[in-house]
């Protein structure tokens, strides 16, 4: 097998010869072996914009996870290639909701509240469907057909706002914790929040707890946040005192609220960069990214809340040999694992995702 070395040569030759023939987008989350070929890294939202930022790219080849590069053929150009350099490279939390059980979902739901696609008197839709961007085009498509919309960790709130000017109720997916800390930090009442097991008859609620319900929550979880806990801020606190915690709002709610601060990947770089002082920061978001912080800000002592090493198992699939072996691959004319969305699906899905980039705060 070829060392780092190597593959980094290969990475930097195939790049210079396609130069603005391609852009290599990567998420914090990638190990550092791949983030320094990216043109640009970024949160999940900034990544999309920047799928849409460059038309004069033949091929766009995105480090991160399927869903990520679903969403960059979305919104690029007709005739541009979105690439996956390893295919395996999928999300836990996005398989968490398929198509089917959320369509299943909707018919259970309109069985409780009428008709979901008719507005009551006041203008009003019953239900707002919004889909985390961890979720397939499919389901994508789904929300955009029913007049729903997308939302990254960066924009959840402004999101949920643009949902509750058009409905009575928003059935938020697949993340329950980044649903449910949006929600509280709104002002919604947690028996305000049913929660919606796609495994169990109305979800495991009663009609009335669906009736009520403002931020209906779906099942689904990030296997890397939900480890972070309180007591991992307890003894950062004691040991550490003046400590900054600051937690992905993937995390469950007792630890977003026991932390400082909570916000998306790039929320935490710039609360990171933004500290004019020496400052000890306790993280609770993916590995890969706490180090790189820690390296690149030597001023600061920042560490990661799970003293377990705790990385994102599918972003980690993203190896330099996949990235030299695509890149080589276009340079020979040849086109490696490209994400195509089917028209059918992309063309909803596109319309949820540009709500979803013009809503205002
Ligand atoms: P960001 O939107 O903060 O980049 O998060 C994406 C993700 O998958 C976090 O687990
Ligand atoms: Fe999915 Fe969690 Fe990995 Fe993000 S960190 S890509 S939500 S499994």
Redesign the pocket.
């Known amino acids: 097998t070829a060392s780092d070395e190597e593959l980094t040569e290969r990475i930097v030759a195939a790049k210079q010869t396609l130069g603005d023939r391609v852009v290599i987008l990567g ?2 989350y990638q190990r550092d072996e791949v983030v320094q070929h990216a043109d640009y890294v970024g ?3 900034q990544l999309a914009q920047a799928a849409k930022a460059h038309p004069e790219a033949e091929a766009i080849v995105f480090c991160g996870v399927h869903f990520m590069a679903e969403t960059a053929d979305l919104l690029s150009g007709p005739t541009q290639k979105v690439i996956l350099p390893n295919l395996a490279a999928g ?1 836990s939390m996005a398989d968490m909701a398929d198509i089917d059980q959320v369509e299943d979902c909707w018919e259970q739901l309109a069985d409780v509240l009428g008709d979901l696609d008719t507005p009551d008197e006041d203008g009003l839709l019953p239900v707002i469907p919004v889909t985390y ?2 979720s397939s085009a499919a389901i994508k498509g789904f929300v955009g057909r029913h007049g729903g919309i997308v939302c ?3 924009n959840a709130r402004t999101v949920l706002d643009w949902a509750f000017q058009r409905g009575r109720r928003v059935l938020f997916f697949p993340d329950q914790h980044l649903g449910r800390n949006t929600a509280k930090a709104m002002g919604v009442s947690l028996d305000q929040m049913p929660m919606w097991n796609p495994n169990r008859p109305l979800g495991g609620s009663s009609a009335e707890e669906i009736a009520e319900g403002r931020v209906i929550l779906w099942h689904g979880f ?1 296997s ?2 939900r480890r972070f806990t309180v007591d991992q801020i307890d003894k950062a606190r004691a040991e550490h005192p003046g400590v900054r915690v600051i937690v ?1 709002p ?1 995390s469950p709610m007792a630890v977003v609220d026991a932390a400082d601060e909570s916000g ?3 929320v935490i770089r710039r609360a990171i960069e933004g500290a004019t002082e020496p400052t000890t920061f306790a993280i609770g978001t ?1 590995i890969n990214l706490v180090q790189r912080l820690a390296a690149q800000n030597p001023q600061h002592e920042i560490f990661c809340l799970d003293p377990v090493v705790c990385p ?1 198992s599918t972003m980690y699939r993203i190896h330099p040999g996949y990235l030299a072996w695509v890149l080589e691959g276009l340079v020979d004319g040849t086109v490696q694992n490209q994400i195509e969305v089917p028209d059918a699906v992309a063309d909803p899905a596109r319309v949820a995702l540009e709500r979803m980039l013009e809503a205002k705060p």
Do not use: A, G, P, Y
Request: charged fraction near 20%.
């Open positions: 998420h914090f949160d999940s939202f999300c961007m961890n990254t960790s960066s990030c890397v946040h992905h993937e998306s990947t790039d993916e994102c």
